[in-house]
């Protein structure tokens, strides 16, 4: 999975007007997500059939491995991503799964992740680990908010080139939920997104951890 920006964020309160959730075991570090694929390119044309493939097998097969190697998964989210490609200036869609996983401490997430991209041929597999928000090791958010399509997504990364170069692209689940995730010092231009996308700020979610692309 080529470097992108999704972003995963726990704290108490943030921005005005925006929700930022801390799962019960932040305090752990116990969780993490997993953002991978076994696709090796993307596409640029949104009716490719390979975009309407579910990845179920894929998610199986990836499940095994991240329990054989130490964590505890609880199912798989399926995702539609766009990701800009700095040397053609175009942003192409994805399909991925988010890996929901816990009992893992910072060493098994990247050793997990490290076996996802070398058996599925990825540049990288990005993971989030959920943190109190005044954890030193904090550094990314994620940011979550209803109503955006793949194709708004899209567009926007496209006509905005800028976004693109900086945040990478994002991803939206098949019921219209954004996830993008990104740096912290990236909050502004992730608020920015949510803005150019459509949807409305005051209901996004923000959670804070650490992230880290691993190949």
Known sequence: MKTRSIAMVLGL??????????????????????????????????????????????????????????????????????????SMQKAD?????????????????????????????QQSVLTFQYLPRGSKRVNAVQVQVRGVSLQKLHDVIQSDPELGEKLGGGSVTLGGRLIELGAVSDLPLIKQLVAEVGADWAEAKVTYGAWEFVG
């Open 13 to 86: 309160t943030v921005a005005a007007g925006t929700a930022a959730v801390a799962p019960a075991d932040a305090a752990t570090g116990s969780r993490a997500e997993f953002f991978a694929t076994n696709e090796t390119s993307g596409s640029f044309d949104p009716n490719d059939p390979a975009l309407k493939t579910h990845l179920t097998a894929f998610a199986r097969q990836a499940e095994r491995i991240i329990r054989r190697n130490g964590g505890r998964t609880h199912g798989s989210t399926l995702l539609n991503g766009t990701f800009w490609y700095s």
């Open 93 to 121: 869609y994805e399909r991925s799964r988010e890996f929901h996983v816990d009992g893992v401490t910072s060493t098994k997430i990247h050793n997990i992740a490290h076996v996802l991209a070398q058996t599925y041929h």
